[in-house]
Each structure stands twice: as structure tokens, then as C-alpha cells.
């Protein structure tokens, strides 16, 4: 696997959805096409943003099949291979290996509540053990917000001594400054990407690697802009533009708005389709968040 | 399907694993005929304390195919089809309803939070539709501490509005009263199980139907005693009985601490075994929890 090209500009893809409600995998290959060559360094297929927990393991598999048949580099995709089951964790992980793609990431698993480090280790462990292949490479998925079971820079700490170079870095998605700090100095040989985009400059600054982020599906030359730092009058104007467009978000079911926006850009209601148990914006809803993209409009150049 | 029999005492079963960390289905199936014989009235697989999200559909599968195929009546058993992604639990569904179980026990998907009843709703609808029997009977499973998507009431009757006799009841794992008596007042025709072996008697005496619960893995006498409530001084002591041993469990985890118990009662050392994310009890709390056990031995009778 390719875990030192995870660095810099990754989206968190959106996952298109045909009028049967399936993953629509040609227009996820176009998407991450676009979206590389409008300057991103890879895709991460499968995050929250792809909605990835609401497919089974059999669709995951057989959409990043389609999309590398298509011509993505494997190098340029990370693959979400989180699950509750072990089994099915070490099933993806075993077919993103055999893919060679640039890294996974990993969800703990998260139905139980409470979980102890040990918990955390022994999970992570098992997938990194059954893999089977000693180039394996890990991010670790921190979201609290979503799996309610956090990776602590303890349990991060362990596994990296356990498993070495298998456990490459942290997706961090607290949305907390005071987060990544703790993941930099307890573990200054991981790479740590941000899911916050608002927090990219400042994590660039003190030696984060980039960015896993959504917001990057429909602004991908601002989030580039970020990662980039060209000046610093440059970077201060694309970061209250991003600050802005993360407004429009406030108060919204991110993945809907998302996809709404992406419809609105790419004049195709394919991307207004969600899988349940998300819900598609309401035409109000859609009205509202099309306008207000319209008002960002220079987000959008 | 039978879901008329799910009434009284149901038993949310543990799942004993083997050595190499596998379902132990011939123990499972054991364990399911012990209970029934100690006067249980049926067995409910992979719930919560049946570590079933910690399985994957292949396993779960095979599992119930194995207990049914060692003798255990369908009618008697109810399995939990929950999953984050639909397709998962359409086939665990399916699967159920060609059992010919007496029920299933289904989680809303509980990756994503703050979702909306619609989308609760939708995903439930999804799956009776899906289901392809007009026979097939689900109890909704309302367990926000785990799942941290609750069942509303509002969504509990609108699916009751659609879909008739395919919605069930609910299986009320919130351990909180107002709840219990919210979805008793809002949904009259559904029967509603508690997980709180504590309020048991209270909710028969309120039009509850029964119990799911852990508990009565290892005291199916004193939760049968529960249930039939054979005049108030037995019954007082039973309720007594129960408290106690609730009180066992406070802020030790509950799927570690029942099967430490289970490996006492049984002699059988093959109980101790959780799956990750779970941990076993170390060996001091092992000590801890069998003494405290001891000490309630009037409960085992």
C-alpha cells in the first residue's frame, strides 16, 4: 500500500446513488476523476460523507472495484473498511490490500458504548493481524460525533508500537483543536489529516499531514488553496471563505446539503439521492441551500 | 411468523465463543434448550447481550440455521436483524422469515445520529417491504443508549399506520419508565417488552407483554417468578431479589459480567470468551464478580 501518498487534499467522496438506490458506480469513477484532476491528491471512498456504514460489504468491494476498472489510481484512494463485525473489517481490509490501494480507514467498531482501550487495541489488532499481509496500512477514523467510541492517542500509541508502519496515521473528525494537539505530541510519527476544514491552515502550521474532508467534494480549488498557503493575505481571504461556506451547513443534515449542492454544481438530481436512514432535502430545504450557495458563489470558482 | 408467542419471558441469549473465536453453536443451542426447559418462553439471538452487531450476517446466519437444525422450535426463537446498512438487514430478514421464527428484533441503522423519524421510518419500511412476506413480524428495538438512535413513538405508530401487523411491538431497552408508558399510551395494539428486569412486574401490571432481558440467562426461575407474579409477598421478594442482583452489575460492563456468571454456573470456562470490542473480565474482577454472586445464591435457585 501507498500510505506516504496520504498527505495534503483527500475528499471524503460522496457516494452517487441510482433511481434504484443503488451505489451508481460510473458516476462515483467520474466524480473522483473530476475531483483529482481538479487538483485533490486522492479520494477516500466509504468515510461518513460517502455514507459508507449504510452499504454492505459486498457493495463497497464491488464499487471500488468498478471504480479502479475504470482507471483511478489505487494510489490515489483510501477505502473505508470500518464495520461492527470484525469479520466484515477484515474482509475489506483483506480486499483493499489486494487492491493496493494507498491505505484504509478504520472505524473501531462502534455499537458498544463504553469501550475500553483494551477494547480499541484488541479490535484494530485483529484486523491488522488477519489482513494477512505485512503491508497493511491504517488510518485509524476518530469521529466521536458519529461512533460515539473515540481512538484515545493511548490506544493509537499502543497499536503503533504493536504494529509499526501498519498504523500509518489518524483521521482526526473531532472538530477540536485541543484533539489534534493531543494526537501531534502523542504520536509525532503518525500522519494526522483533519476532517474540519476550517482547522486545515492551522494544522498544516504545526505539522499535520492534510486533510480527509467533505466539504472538498464541491470546493475542491478552496480546500486547495488551503492545503497550499500561498501568502499569507491569499490564505486569510480562502479562510473566511471557508469559514462561510461552513455556515451554510449550521443547522443542516451535512450529507443532504452536500449533496444537494453537488446536484446544484453539477446540474444532475442523481446526487440529491441518499440511502436511508438519510433523508434527501425537502424542496424548500433545496431551494434554501441552492440560494445560499449562489450568494458563495466565489467559494465555487 | 408467530409473534403472538412473544409474550412473558424471552431471553436476550448470550453467545458463547470458542477457542479460535468463532460462534460456539452447539453450546448456543444447549443453552437455548436449558432455558427453555428452566421455563423460559422462548430465546431472542443476537441482541445486544447476544453481541449481535459483533457478528457478521454469514455468522449470524449460520448460527441461527444451527440452533434451529439441534431442535430448537422456530416459534420459540426471535433473532435480531439490525445492521447500519439495509441490505445486511433485509437479508437477515429474509433469511428469519424462511426460518419461520417467531419474530425478529430489529435496530434502526444507528451509524449516523440526530436522524430524522422519516428516515427512521424509511429504513424500517424498507425493510418489511424488502422482506417479500406479507407474514413477516418485526419488533422495533428502542435502545438509544447503544444504538443512540431511539424509536420515537411518532415513528413507532406511523410504521404501525403502514405496515399493520408487520410492526409488532417493541422491545423498550431504555430502562426508563416514562418511556415505557409513552409507547403503552401511543401504541395500544403493539406489545411492548422491557429490557429493565426492575420494571418487569410494574410494566405487566400496566398492559406490558413481557420481557427481553439478560438477566435471565443465569436466574430464569427468578424472572419466571417476575412475570407470573404468584401474590404480592412473593412477589415483593422477588422484586427484591432482582434489585440485588441489578446491583451487581453497576459500573462493571454487563455482556462480561453475565458471562463471568455463566462460566460460574455452567463450570464451563468457554463463557469467559467476548469479541472484540468487548473485554474479558481480568482475572481479579473475575474473582470480585463470582463472589458477589456467591453472596446472592438465593437467586440462582
Known amino acids: 500500500m501507498h500510505a506516504d501518498r496520504v498527505r495534503?487534499?483527500?475528499?471524503?467522496?460522496?457516494?452517487?446513488?441510482?433511481?434504484?438506490?443503488?451505489?451508481?458506480?460510473?458516476?462515483?469513477a467520474q466524480h473522483c476523476r473530476a475531483l483529482l484532476m481538479a487538483g485533490c491528491d486522492g479520494v477516500t471512498l466509504f468515510g461518513t460523507t460517502g455514507e459508507g456504514q449504510s452499504f454492505s460489504v459486498a457493495e463497497r468491494i464491488a464499487a471500488l472495484d468498478a471504480?479502479?476498472?475504470?482507471?483511478?489510481?489505487?494510489?490515489?484512494?483510501?477505502?473505508?473498511?470500518?464495520?461492527?463485525?470484525?469479520?466484515?473489517?477484515?474482509?475489506?481490509?483483506?480486499?483493499?490490500?489486494?487492491?493496493?490501494?494507498?491505505?484504509?480507514?478504520?472505524?473501531?467498531?462502534?455499537?458498544?458504548?463504553?469501550?475500553?482501550?483494551?477494547?480499541?487495541?484488541?479490535?484494530?489488532?485483529?484486523?491488522?493481524?488477519?489482513?494477512?499481509?505485512?503491508?497493511?496500512?491504517?488510518?485509524?477514523?476518530?469521529?466521536p460525533s458519529m461512533s460515539a467510541v473515540p481512538i484515545s492517542p493511548a490506544a493509537a500509541a499502543e497499536l503503533r508500537r504493536r504494529y509499526g508502519p501498519a498504523i500509518a496515521g489518524i483521521k482526526d473528525s473531532s472538530l477540536d483543536w485541543a484533539t489534534f494537539a493531543r494526537f501531534r505530541a502523542h504520536l509525532p510519527d503518525l500522519a494526522i489529516l483533519v476532517g474540519d476544514e476550517t482547522l486545515l491552515v492551522r494544522a498544516l502550521n504545526e505539522g499535520g499531514a492534510g486533510t480527509i474532508c467533505g466539504l472538498s467534494n464541491v470546493a475542491p480549488a478552496l480546500i486547495r488553496a488551503l492545503c497550499d498557503r500561498r501568502g499569507a493575505a491569499e490564505t486569510a481571504k480562502s479562510q473566511r471563505e471557508i469559514e462561510r461556506l461552513v455556515k451554510l451547513f449550521a443547522g443542516r443534515p451535512f450529507v443532504a446539503t452536500l449533496k444537494t449542492i453537488m446536484a446544484e454544481i453539477s446540474g444532475d438530481p442523481t446526487w440529491l439521492a441518499v440511502r436511508a436512514p438519510l433523508v434527501a432535502a425537502s424542496e424548500a430545504e433545496r431551494r434554501a441551500i441552492v440560494e445560499a450557495w449562489r450568494g458563495l458563489s466565489r467559494v465555487a470558482a
Open 8 to 28: 495534503g487534499l483527500w475528499v471524503a467522496t460522496l457516494t452517487p446513488i441510482d433511481g434504484a438506490g443503488q451505489i451508481d458506480a460510473a458516476r462515483l
Open 67 to 143: 471504480v479502479l476498472a475504470a482507471g483511478i489510481a489505487p494510489e490515489r484512494v483510501v477505502v473505508g473498511t470500518g464495520a461492527t463485525a470484525l469479520p466484515d473489517a477484515v474482509e475489506l481490509t483483506r480486499h483493499a490490500v489486494r487492491c493496493d490501494v494507498a491505505a484504509t480507514l478504520l472505524l473501531p467498531p462502534f455499537y458498544f458504548k463504553d469501550v475500553a482501550d483494551a477494547g480499541v487495541v484488541a479490535a484494530v489488532g485483529n484486523v491488522v493481524e488477519a489482513a494477512g499481509d505485512p503491508g497493511v496500512r491504517i488510518f485509524l477514523y476518530h469521529i
